[in-house]
């Protein structure tokens, strides 16, 4: 059966999987893309689990805290 919920689950955990690899790959620490994003901690915590629904704004909030284009995260999506 066809469950919508947990492919939206699962999709949040993707892009959350690639924010964290790319943030990672740059060695810049959590806190910091928080700081630049201007979101407290654990919710940028949250957005990386893939636990949190994020909008498209902030999610080019991000990519401009990461330094890249917006595409570099879905393009890492697996």
Do not use: W
């Not at 492919?7 to 924010?19: A, D, M, P, T, V």
């Amino acid at each position: 059966m066809f469950d919508e919920r947990h492919i939206e689950k699962e999709y949040l955990k993707k892009i959350g999987k690639s924010i964290k690899e790319i943030r990672l790959s740059k060695t810049i620490k959590q806190n910091e893309i928080a700081y630049r994003c201007n979101f407290d901690k654990s919710s940028y915590n949250n957005i990386e689990a893939g636990k949190r629904n994020i909008t498209i704004l902030n999610l080019l909030k991000i990519a401009n805290a990461l330094e890249i284009e917006i595409e570099q995260i879905f393009k890492n999506l697996r």
